[in-house]
C-alpha cells in the first residue's frame, strides 16, 4: 500500500516585532491544506507594522498544487505581500528560482532562492 503525503510543516517564532516562518511542502497541496494554516499565519502577523514577516519555504519535498490550492497561494502571497521582509526559497529545481524570481516582484520585501536551508536561515536572520 502506497500512503501518499501532502501537506505543509510549520514552524512559527517571534522575536519582538519580527515573525519567522518556515513552510516545508510536502507533496502536492490541496485547497484543504490552506484552509488549515492560513489561519493560523494571519493570526500570527495580525498587528504587526508591515514588513516584519520573513519567511522560508523549503520546495525540496513539493510535488505541485491542485487547481484550487494554487489559487489559495496566489490570493494567500497577495494578502501578505505587504507585511513580508524577506522571503527565503529552499529548492533543487531550476522552477523553483524561477518561481522565486516572480513572488520577488509580488511583495514589498526581497525574496531570495537558496539550495540550502541553513544558508536561506542566515540571511532571513542577517539584520
Known amino acids: 500500500m502506497h500512503i501518499h503525503t501532502h501537506g505543509i510543516r510549520i514552524d512559527l517564532s517571534r522575536i519582538g516585532e519580527k515573525v519567522f516562518v518556515e513552510f516545508v511542502l510536502l507533496g502536492k497541496l490541496t485547497h484543504e491544506d ?18 516584519s514577516l520573513n519567511i522560508l519555504i523549503d520546495m525540496r519535498r513539493f510535488e505541485g498544487w491542485t487547481p484550487k ?9 497577495l494578502e501578505l505581500r505587504d507585511d513580508i ?5 529552499v529548492g533543487d529545481k531550476t522552477w523553483e528560482a524561477l518561481f522565486t524570481g516572480m513572488a520577488g516582484w509580488m511583495i514589498s520585501g526581497q525574496a531570495k532562492f537558496f539550495e540550502s536551508v541553513e544558508e536561506a536561515r542566515r540571511w532571513l536572520t542577517n539584520p
Open 34 to 51: 490552506y484552509e488549515t494554516f492560513v489561519p493560523m499565519i494571519e493570526h500570527a502577523v495580525k498587528g504587526l507594522p508591515p514588513r
Open 69 to 77: 490550492a494554487a489559487w489559495d497561494d496566489f490570493k494567500f502571497g
Open 85 to 89: 521582509e524577506k522571503m527565503a526559497v
